[in-house]
């Protein structure tokens, strides 16, 4: 396929005046990925509390979940933005070469995924042992990069193919990608990422055959990193030089919101084990579509970053508020529903309402700060906000989205 094509949109209807920003279709888009995202939320849920046990006989894999699902969003999402500057800037080509823009972002991606989940194997490690007690051992780092890198390279595939067919939707069917990729892209990660991570499990306390693993993925990790280094591919390295770092960060945030979740874990039922997938998941969705925004309208040009956010950068601050409050309840009803299903107890609809929208929009008002002046930051100092602005926002949302997820939950007294 040729080039992209940048044409000029059609005028459309703005809704209640333009208070919401985005046109109709816009909201209409945002609204069926985050859904999406919703109801493909429950299988990582229900990943996650039929592993309870199995969480057990691992002491510290529970605090490396967040960070787990977190990192195929934070590696992916980015991509997404990338693929949606270039497609409406019309330098996008479907060319595999290495010296063009889908190629390069190709190799990137790979790179970026195995040395962020080798990194935070490591930082999971080291966290663990901190944290742990004399009557529980962690599981030890190989276990660890088993359990990530492994299980991350299972979960990229799919992840980097979802993202890929995407793009070419989008470019067939006239989709606004700044709108779909993250709640989208977010859904596919907590659906490969959990059913991933309990595949690799059957390496892990394996002995020497898990430690053999282990060095090999670790050596292949390093010996990609410096073939990347030593190459010619400047448009890769720059996107590697910019995200790891980013992404590392990212995920040590996410350990501590681990960190959170395992020490409130006496406190999470099985219902609320379902819902934390999806709650921190649409959190750090809603967070991605707005500094997607904010990023291709830098890009080219209609969005200058001051103190105080323009009309522009308010419109879509104010899009992302409006939708917050019927995603999260949509995502509490579904939940209520699956416990309804699988015969298992739940605090009820309504203190699941209580806990998911209260908790999920004071989540959200930290999202529209961190999305505007974390761009607002990445712009200053010269970087890519589409290499940064999705980490940035999913990292903070894991640590602000478990804070205030068992926060509702104490609060309400729903157990």
Known sequence: MGRVRLTVPRLRWRPLGGILGPAKGDAGQSLAALAFSAVTSVVAGLTL???????????????????????RGNVFGPLGSRFSTNIQMGTFSWSLRSDTVLGQNLIAVLVNSLAASLGISVLAELLALFIGNDRVSPIGFS???????????????????????????????????????????????????LPALVFSLVLVRRGNTTMLVASALTIATLV?????????????????????????????LSLLAGVAI????????????VLLPGYLGTAGALGGILANRLSTKVHLGIVQFSLVPTNEARSDMAFTAALAAPIFALLAVIVELTAAVADRGSPGLFSLLLVAVTGGLAAT???????????????????????????????????????????????????
Not at 262 to 273: D, F, H, I, T
């Open 224 to 252: 990609l990193c410096l073939w990347l280094y030593r190459s010619g591919l400047q448009m890769a390295r720059r996107i590697v030089g910019e995200s790891l770092p980013v992404l590392i960060a990212a995920g040590s």
């Open 365 to 415: 008002f930290v999202v529209l700060a961190v999305a505007y002046y974390g761009t607002l930051a990445t712009v200053r100092f010269g970087l890519d906000p589409d290499n940064i602005g999705i980490p940035l926002v999913t990292a903070s949302l894991d640590v602000v989205g478990a804070v205030t997820l068992v926060a509702a939950v104490v609060f309400w007294g729903v157990a």
């Open 143 to 193: 276990d660890f990069v088993v359990a990530g890198v492994l299980g991350g390279v299972v979960a990229s595939i799919v992840v980097l193919g979802f993202t890929l067919a995407l793009a070419l939707a989008a470019v067939r069917l006239d989709l606004d990608l700044d709108n779909v990729v993250a709640p989208m892209v977010t859904a596919a990660s907590d659906l490969i990422t």
């Open 49 to 71: 509390a039929s592993q309870q046990a199995r969480f057990d006989e691992l002491p510290g894999l529970l605090l490396f979940i967040p960070a787990a699902i977190g990192l």
């Open 262 to 273: 395992e020490a409130a874990e006496g406190r999470l039922s099985w219902v609320l084990l």
